[in-house]
């Protein structure tokens, strides 16, 4: 009832731009704390923090939270659901706020990526990645909505990809991700305030430097 209030008085009206929803994919629990995996709820965690909105309440599967950052409304979701099953959180979600996909911005972690390597993209496909397709599901097969891809490297030799995933990040390895999470924050405040497109053109132009400084460096 809270969250229905809410939206109906701050967020659904005439004189608000109309909000972005802000999704970090993970697993629920302190088992999975720290881990590859849940890098997307880290990057929800450190926005939040650095924009004072408060994760209390508990909306449509995810831990949730909202407010305004330099006036517009933004809505952040960590979907409890697991991973595999994150669509069932993101979608009713977008649907309840009647949102455009164009304003769901998906935070996810990416092997494909040097660890604390990030890159915004506007639409894609899930690149294998079982969270991605579930919201892509959920999303009725529409692949057009914005992704933070957060970099976690790849798995050392014939390690298992899943068992890679699922393991905590090592001390060097945990300080290029503390990097990335500030760097992040700021690129999507950038997001906020002049939108995706411009915005990702300078983020990914700075970010392809650091992929090509940081590929040969092992963690």
Known sequence: MLLRRFS?????TAINPR??????LGNPGEKYKGTRHNVGFEFIDAFAASQGIPMDSSSFKAIFGKGFVNGTPVLLAKPQTYMN???ESSGPLAAYYKLPLNRVLVFHDDMDLPCGVLR?????NHGRHNGLKSVIYHFRGNREFPRLRIGVGKPPGQMDPKAFLLQKFNARARERIDAALQEGVDALKEVLSKGLTESARCFNTEQKYKHIRL?????
């Open 85 to 87: 099953l994150s669509g």
């Open 120 to 124: 915004l993209h506007p639409k894609g």
């Open 215 to 219: 590929q040969t460096m092992p963690v």
């Open 8 to 12: 109906n008085r701050c967020f659904c």
């Open 19 to 24: 909000p972005w929803l802000f999704v970090g």
